[in-house]
């Protein structure tokens, strides 16, 4: 079962649309005892960091998460909430990337907001994943490449578009609003064996 750390989202979430589409168990959860029985857990994509930190403090879920050893999976705000810092509220966040997101200096049309990454390591979430697919990037701030960095992305400036450490990952881009290639990316996720 993967838990779906609940934040904010709520059931008309793509997300959630992909997992009930792909017949693969979830719950969206607050509750420490739920999330800690998981197999697996998604932190999704948040409009706020702000309020989702907030939350977190609030649920008593945020140490819980620091110190949990399950596969994760952090969905572009979701993995900037998996960094040591954020700029966007100038908050503490996870700190299981070293990264500390950033605001990005430059803006994405909406035509514009699909982007080829470019793979610099091996990665499990790329298994099937060719190198010119294409992603939904919808955001302000990235975290900049690191030795965590496991693709790049094909545009100015050059940030990070997935980030692993072990059994964490992150990725900037929306796979839920990336089509057949970022459904693969949440099969690949929910298939781990650990």
């Given at each position: 079962?993967?838990?779906?750390?609940?934040?904010?989202i709520?059931?008309?979430?793509?997300?959630?649309?992909?997992l009930?589409?792909?017949?693969i168990?979830f719950k969206?959860?607050s509750?420490?005892?739920?999330?800690?029985?998981?197999d697996?857990v998604?932190?999704p994509?948040?409009?706020?960091?702000?309020?989702?930190?907030?939350?977190l403090h609030?649920l008593?879920?945020?140490?819980?998460?620091r110190?949990?050893?399950?596969?994760?999976?952090?969905?572009?705000?979701?993995?900037?909430l998996?960094?040591?810092?954020?700029?966007?509220?100038n908050?503490?966040?996870?700190?299981?990337?070293?990264g500390?997101?950033e605001?990005?200096?430059t803006?994405m049309?909406?035509?514009d907001?699909?982007?080829?990454?470019?793979?610099?390591?091996?990665?499990?979430l790329?298994?099937q994943?060719?190198e010119?697919?294409?992603?939904?990037?919808?955001?302000?701030h990235?975290?900049?490449?690191s030795?965590?960095?496991?693709?790049?992305t094909?545009?100015?400036?050059?940030?990070?578009?997935m980030?692993?450490?072990?059994?964490f990952f992150?990725?900037?881009?929306?796979p839920?609003?990336?089509?057949?290639?970022?459904?693969?990316?949440?099969?690949?996720?929910?298939?781990?064996?650990?």
């Open positions: 079962m993967i838990a779906i750390v609940n934040y904010g709520d059931k008309n979430h793509p997300l959630v649309k992909v009930s589409e792909l017949g168990d969206i959860s509750t420490e005892t739920e999330i800690m029985n998981a697996k998604i932190l994509h948040t409009e706020n960091i702000s309020s989702a930190v907030k939350q609030l008593n879920l945020f140490t819980m998460l110190v949990c050893n399950k596969p994760m999976l952090g969905i572009s705000n979701g993995m900037h998996m960094s040591l810092y954020s700029n966007e509220g908050l503490a966040c996870l700190g299981i990337f070293r500390i997101a605001k990005i200096e803006t049309k909406e035509n907001k699909f982007g080829e990454i470019i793979m610099i390591k091996n990665s499990r790329f298994y994943i060719h010119n697919e294409k992603f939904y990037f919808d955001n302000s990235c975290i900049p490449v030795e965590q960095t496991s693709a790049v094909s545009r100015v400036p050059i940030f990070s578009a980030v692993e450490k072990n059994n992150g990725v900037q881009f929306l839920e609003k990336s089509g057949e290639s970022g459904t693969k990316i949440i099969q690949n996720f929910v298939s781990l064996s650990v």
